[in-house]
């Protein structure tokens, strides 16, 4: 359990940089990050690099004792290299360029800028690559954010082009393939195809899949050029890449392929994110101060399967932030709090952002572990608290990595894609309903892995797939040959790779193991609530309700009032036909989890725990003082049972 | 009373259609429409027709002895085409083109497109003009759509200053006309005369109105310049176009005139209907599953008067849809109850869309008469008992043509331009005001005809005008030499045709025959509601209310509490000085009616019923079973006088 | 107190003329405001001047004894100066240009459009600049309106750069003023300088905030380079632009420096800025037809301020306008009462807009003094009935010009810029905050002068800075020099003018008179209500709220829940770390005023007073009749003390 912070020495006078450093080591950070932002300063004319303050920036914190992370600065390209190729700018949808003046503003296919990064790349490589306090490097920033991916250039339809070649082959069979025949959309050749925006109406869903496709790709790719850049210089450093929260722009599972990074690293923002996903009005009410419990954690578990076993915090809130519609101070707690969180997911460092708030340019009202006059800011103090608490106790300073949970819940980025690309009501929202599985889980006191599809998943004794559009016969054969309970939500096997509907009706293949066919399916407004009961518990379909119909072996273990079935069931497998509320999830994954031979402890209102090799932790995002469930032998190896509001504890058992 | 389905025989494998064609004549389907998006099909490259396999579609499909309507393709250009010609593609308000890669990616006033429009459908009609099952021609597929008209291209541009020109014939007197000196937007000749889009604040009212009359005139001009070929070519051909529900982007009356149509057909979806226009919330959440009572009702009424009292539906929903904001699937019976309902409003023919849902591209989730595994669908079903109902009954096989109502609804294209154009205030809109006294006429058990203020109303007891911005001499005589009850609503006579005020004040020329003048006209926000008392009724305005002066021997038959006069009359004509609670309008339309001396019979919710000669049909759109009001001398031909949710009868009397 | 109108003589038959004129005079009017659209009548072709038409209008109005305010043409460009000089359309934010069709489509940077200018004004002014009933000369017309300032043009580009250089001398004192180190944004020359629109995420606040004050200046300039022209020819007339109300697009300070303008005029139009403004609903509701009571007085306050004590009413709401979201007939007696309201408020002159309402083009739907038939509308039949009430009034008729207020209320323009670059909350808008201080100052019956920070403060008893972003030393010395309380809303210092943190934290300078520091802020989602006690009265923070430290000696006056302080004070000064609930302000201003010795009066809900000279004037805008507070000596010049919906009465004490 290690903590860092994120520093930019070319924003201060070099005369504080040997206090900061000398202060940050007092304060008990291991981890720096810099210089992600700072090509101007690297190199503030074509070519001519200028390296000097950024070595004694690196000696400077080396010297207190420091580890450094080093950032790629390609997030953000200087107005010199904008002015001598502007096709680096990046094209919205609606076929205007970006302009030069904040950052991300490249065109992510411009070849031109790949071209540039891998240079500027080389020459940080080469200068720092084997520096002995350089532990990682990271790439660029942030990749996707500010909806600059997808690019709509000229440079990303030619690669685009280019990459439904690879992918289809003949134009003939791609035009098969998208089902082009429909409103006469096929063509004559790649390079007749367009990119799917500015049409009157909807492209073709395949069209617009395909892109999505490619841009994932893109992503990865233009990562993937700086990692063959630094594997090369830095042998011995860790890579990453900084992810966001709730972000689904690219396949993580896809970019992470191939050790292309060694550490998933991501940026934990908890308040702003609580203010601003899907989230019910009344839990962005209730969770403004503390965020909501588990909106953290299910990126923290996402990005720990996807770094395969190892994650990082890259940036962690530290106090209020700038950039939410609101923007609350935390409870007091929040800032110790969420150091604790994180690593009882498993996480090697939690990294603060930032070390001093930066009194001007675009995040001037972002909060760091100082206030702008250096003092220690309110989420600074905290710090120093969580950090003296660990040094204090040797159970906590060397935790091992976290173990396998026995719930798995499957995550799929194309899903998202798919039901983005074709929501059929508006308010369906894939990564939501993914969510509200996660959701009832963890209020089940279960620890959960979030996997891709295609992750081995034998070791699981539950496997929940809150939905996945594609289900392919590898999946099938998962099903097959685990001994686990399975839970299938809405939608599916709705689709085929090709996006659309699989010949022998959704759920497509899982009709291998479940017999049962999806008849029709519905979108629900407000105030179309179908009802059931369920275990004695009633409810409603929320979004969506399909009509299935139950085939050959198949239980229907649920129905709605009106007849139609809500979960089906043969086996291990169940089916439910319909988003449910939260509280009839929550039932279902109970019994499930029960069947399953998982133990689950009900937790109340805004209580969380998980576990990390012997320790348990708990956590209180409730606005109530309440008891952590500890049993009686427990041993506390940091606070006690009776938690307040943003309190944290965590114990062995005896 | 005729059932006829959609079918795309490109969008199968050949060795399907002699099995569909078999068992589309098993169902009880006559007509099959084919053909309007396979352009791509027919001509894969410039010049090169492939006549095939539409040769052989039509053949099979004419074996099993149903008639064929053939579409025209022009509604989806292959892209060879659109490379060939990219001005073909259009222009949006904003000045971005649209892109290939959906439908109706094509500017209407493009001459080079309606070149080709006319070089594709002479080639076609050329083949298939005198082939004997080819009953119908249709051209295009729903003008309009998507909003790509109006188009604001180089060649609309041009067009329109020539149709300019042909009015105005002098740019002087067009400046005269449009009040130029307004402002200083005074014209030195026709061709500097812009498009009215990217103006800083609001173009000219009539700059805007003409540039909407124009493009109604385009949209008609398409169509006949496909119409004069097809005439040429299939000479005993119906010829159609099908338009759509409750859509106002041209002149329907205009497009119809000249013999340009022999039919009206329309395609009607209901639930997407009722869930996209501006109903009340409250009413979107009673009529989700079984749309809303009049909302077909409405256009059978329009586009039978349109059609010269020939209408067909020609896309008929048969299940969810894709494409409203919600996609309920249907109450049970809908489907099948949407067919009686046309038929009962005088359709000749119901077809369905579409034989089978196609699982792949833009519409897969679109349903249709069969799934995509071609199992037939829950709509199917109801199809197939509707065609034995049909059959089994001679009463019901041969309806006569719908007889004239007694009871004229005006509805007015224009007036819905120019209320757009000038709404005043956020909430008004005329076709919703329109539909509002259909609604209350329809409520009192009226058969109702929708008509243009330019028809021989001769023959109506009662003729209400729900608004109508310009009353001309000919209306005022039509008013005088009557002998009906005319109701007019507020508004009505608000504007000369060229944009302006009436020099004596609204409501203009229909001073005439009702004394009156409107002094000052408010748009009320929702916490704006002006009380009146209304025979013992109370109620308020919403929307809009005017200050009126009654003059001369004009009585005020109700007053606002504030005094301003509510409903002013004078003989037998009443004008309403306001947008009235929808009760009230149908307690108004009630006295009306009764003045008229036309039956009235008020219906319970949910609940209507339509006369097509002996017959009167009921049907039940409510959540509750119900008695449809049968005499007790009814001879049922179809159902019983119990009715439950989705249910239909019909009966004569004995 | 005099009366004026808005007239279009280019507008109506030459036949009218006379007979208008005429009948102006009879009404009581005594100025008349012409030509402020008529470029296209004053120059139809290039350089082509016909004078005729306006000599005869000048000669028929002047001969019935009016005085004459002339308006330049220039925001109408007319058609053939478009077409000759395609760049004097201005550029959206989005990069597409604006089109000719309406008004206020030009660029303002254009130095094209600048020449036009002058050439126009300098033929205008050398005809009529001595004509002895010319009085007064109004450049263009609310400058700014329609959102065509900014323009983001290439020639805004060019002339932004220049500016840029003059301010900051060298691009590297512009990147350390800007911190264009952050994200690499450094420039390397003024001329890679772009403007802020189209960035990928937020732009640099100093970018954005430098090219509002640039785009400020511009607007001032562009007035200035016809005053120029205006001063050589019409030496002793007065010179004026008509300013908008709650208008903040450009400092209006700035703009009337250096003797730009003679005396301040705005356009009042109470109605449609109630719906339009950010009020509360409920006051929406209540106001919809009086207007509410501070909206025009707010501006009558700050225009005063603006026009060093003179101010007029340009144009005045005479009945329904056009361009609200709804637009409701006004109470009757409110076109009287805004008049008798503008001259409490000091104005010389208030003129109506419109003599005669125009049948067509674009303000058809807007009132006038008259119906379009030629007949006096409601709105003047009160404004006929307001003139005879002056001029039987000796006392009224010569009011003597406002006496200073012993209460001020700064108001700073740069303050509403830098808060919209950063709400940083999406509720939090300052001039909503100062609005709502002015509110609660009103209903304690006080009178306000609203000024800018740069005045003299010094003979006020209470100054009233709801916030200000940049507290100077020359603010902080104007405190220590004065005897007056002061209170200072929340973010006030928290800014320096290259838009970064003070390094001593805020409130900045202002810490020289008030030791305390604000350690973190928050902005507050609805659901999140810090509540407080403040002299007994509980209430909550809205949108925002501080972190605040009390350092030295200063006391804590109140206290959140939280134990956060709401109220800091030292001295004379009082510092408020929230947006409070408006009764809480009202509160705190009622101490305040009494600590410094202004007499305080609570009004009843919606009624008003306002002295001028001598006299007192009281006015209803609630829904209830009420009594003014007048004294039991009062000697009434204008009505009586029992007020109904809409009336106004007058005193002056024996």
Redesign the interface.
């Known amino acids: 359990m290690q903590l860092g912070v994120c520093y930019y020495p070319?924003?201060w006078p070099r005369s504080m940089w040997a206090d900061d450093a000398q202060r940050m080591a007092e304060l008990g950070i291991t981890h720096v990050r810099i210089a992600e932002?700072?090509?101007?300063?690297m190199e503030?004319?074509a070519g001519q690099y200028v390296w000097g303050w950024l070595d004694e920036a690196i000696e400077t914190l080396a010297g207190a004792g420091l580890k450094l992370v080093l950032g790629t600065?390609t997030a953000?390209?200087?107005?010199?290299l904008i002015?001598a190729h502007p096709d680096v700018l990046?094209v919205r949808a609606?076929?205007?360029?970006?302009?030069?003046?904040?950052?991300?503003?490249y065109d992510i296919s411009s070849e031109t800028y790949r071209r540039e990064c891998v240079r500027i790349v080389s020459a940080m490589a080469e200068r720092y690559g084997r520096h002995p306090s350089i532990v990682a490097w990271q790439t660029d920033n942030e990749l996707g954010?500010?909806?600059?991916v997808p690019s709509y250039s000229p440079a990303a339809l030619k690669r685009f082009q280019a990459w439904l070649e690879r992918r289809h082959e003949t134009v003939d069979r791609l035009n098969e393939a998208?089902?082009?025949?429909?409103?006469?959309?096929?063509?004559?050749s790649f390079d007749?195809i367009?990119?799917?925006?500015?049409?009157?109406?909807?492209?073709?869903?395949?069209?617009l899949l395909d892109f999505r496709r490619f841009m994932s790709d893109e992503v990865a790719s233009f990562h993937r050029e700086q990692i063959d850049v630094l594997r090369r210089f830095a042998p011995n450093a860790d890579m990453l890449h900084n992810f966001m929260g709730f972000f689904t722009t690219f396949d993580h599972y896809r970019f992470a392929a191939n050790k292309s990074i060694d550490v998933a690293a991501w940026d934990s923002y908890p308040i702003a994110r609580t203010?601003s996903i899907a989230l019910p009005e009344e839990q962005?009410?209730r969770y403004?101060?503390t965020s909501h419990p588990d909106v953290s954690a299910f990126d923290h578990d996402r990005y720990r399967g996807i770094g395969g076993g190892r994650f990082w915090v890259m940036e962690q809130q530290a106090?209020?932030v700038?950039w939410a519609?609101?923007?609350?101070?935390p409870a007091p707690g929040m800032v110790r709090l969420w150091a604790f969180e994180a690593f009882a997911h498993g996480a090697e460092l939690v990294s603060y952002f930032r070390w001093r708030?930066?009194?001007?340019?675009?995040?001037?009202?972002h909060?760091g572990l100082h206030?702008?006059?250096n003092e220690l800011?309110?989420g600074g103090i905290e710090v120093r608290r969580a950090a003296a608490e660990i040094a204090a106790s040797d159970v906590l300073k060397d935790l091992p990595a976290a173990a396998p949970a026995q719930v798995a819940v499957v995550f799929d980025y194309e899903t998202q894609w798919m039901f983005e690309i074709?929501r059929?009501?508006?308010a369906f929202d894939y990564q939501t309903l993914a969510f509200d599985y996660y959701e009832a889980l963890r209020e089940l006191g279960i620890d959960v892995d979030i996997v891709s599809a295609k992750a081995d998943l034998s070791g699981y004794k539950l496997v929940v797939v809150p939905s996945i559009a594609v289900i392919d016969d590898a999946l099938v054969r998962q099903i097959e040959s685990s001994s686990a309970q399975w839970v299938f939500g809405p939608r599916s096997g709705s689709k085929t790779g090709?996006?659309?509907?699989?010949?022998?009706?959704p759920p497509g293949a899982l009709q291998h193991v479940l017999p049962m066919?999806v008849?029709?399916?519905?979108?629900?407004?407000p105030?179309?609530q179908p009802s059931l009961w369920m275990s004695g518990e009633s409810g409603i379909a929320l979004h969506w309700r399909e009509?299935v119909r139950a085939n050959g072996e198949a239980q229907v273990e649920a129905r709605f009032a009106d007849g139609w079935p809500a979960i089906v069931s043969h086996g291990r497998v169940r089916y439910v036909a319909a988003w449910l509320t939260h509280s009839l999830h929550r039932t279902l994954l109970r019994q499930a989890a029960g069947d399953a031979g998982v133990a689950v402890q009900a937790l109340p209102e805004g209580l969380r725990t998980r576990r990390r090799g012997e320790v348990t932790f708990a956590f209180n995002f409730s606005a109530t003082t309440q008891y952590a469930p500890a049993p009686s032998n427990a041993r506390f190896v940091l606070g006690e049972a009776l938690l307040s509001t943003g309190d944290v504890c965590a114990w062995t058992e005896a």
């Open positions: 070319e924003q932002f700072a090509w101007s300063r503030p004319r600065p953000s390209p200087p107005k010199w002015d990046p609606d076929g205007t360029r970006w302009n030069f003046g904040s950052r991300r503003h954010c500010h909806d600059t998208w089902g082009n025949v429909f409103w006469s959309m096929e063509y004559p007749a367009g990119l799917p925006n500015l049409t009157p109406t909807d492209a073709n869903p395949i069209h203010e962005k009410a403004a101060r106090g209020p700038n519609p609101f923007n609350p101070v708030q930066c009194p001007y340019a675009q995040e001037q009202m909060s206030l702008p006059n800011s309110p074709q059929h009501g508006t090709a996006f659309s509907i699989p010949g022998n009706l066919q008849l029709e399916v519905e979108s629900l407004r105030t179309l009509h």
